[in-house]
């Protein structure tokens, strides 16, 4: 699996895409916006796009789908059933203040150990809550590669602050979910910087 990472939405999300060097299909993770060079990239290396993966409904992860179907053409959406209502109501994501607010209303929800064949790949569903109620990672066992969204990141957790956030819930969540992986597992975050599963293991201090 090739990782490809692009800044998209109003702060910077981190969108991906992950894509099977052997067939070039790909999966967009947590598409915030649909960037420039994100589209540049599926064009000159002939991709094709699968899927769409939510780490969680939160607006800065979600503002993206519809110009991303638009573009492509009808796919699954999938995103954890405890947060399909949040992606459903702008209320609840909290995109209200961004051009009247953004909701999506044909998410496939996925439940916890669920794997999804996408891409020639597997994605492995671990509910992880805390930063949202159904807040999600996906990890692809055969490459080592872990999506965490904002449950996880390079020295540091998701915000808790929240409506629906839990502190002892997020924590729980990456020590039982998170932190049994390989520690060579390649973490791919919604924000910030790349890390490893080892590397938090050691220096990550809300752990």
Do not use: W
């Not at 999938?78 to 209502?85: G, I, K, N, P, S």
């Amino acid at each position: 699996m090739i990782v490809k990472k692009f800044l998209a939405g109003p702060f910077g999300t981190n969108c991906y895409l992950a894509v099977n060097g052997s067939t070039n299909e790909a999966v967009i993770v947590d598409p915030a916006g649909l960037p420039e060079n994100l589209v540049e990239c599926v064009k000159n290396e002939g991709l094709r796009i699968q899927a769409v993966l939510l780490t969680h409904a939160h607006f800065d992860h979600i503002m993206g789908i519809d110009a991303v179907i638009e573009k492509y053409g009808q796919m699954p959406v999938y995103v954890h059933q405890e947060d399909l209502r949040m992606l459903e109501d702008a209320s609840l994501n909290l995109s209200g203040g961004f051009g009247g607010g953004y909701a999506y209303m044909g998410g496939e929800a996925v439940a916890d150990g669920q794997a999804l064949s996408l891409a020639g790949c597997e994605f492995k569903v671990f509910h992880t809550p805390g930063h949202t109620p159904g807040g999600a990672c996906y990890y692809v066992e055969s490459d080592k590669v872990l999506f965490s969204g904002d449950t996880l990141f390079q020295q540091s957790v998701g915000r808790t602050d929240f409506p629906g956030g839990s502190m002892s819930e997020l924590i729980r969540s990456i020590e039982e979910k998170l932190l049994i992986l390989p520690e060579d597992t390649h973490v791919y975050p919604g924000h910030m910087g790349t890390t490893t599963i080892g590397e938090e293991k050691g220096f990550n201090p809300f752990l």
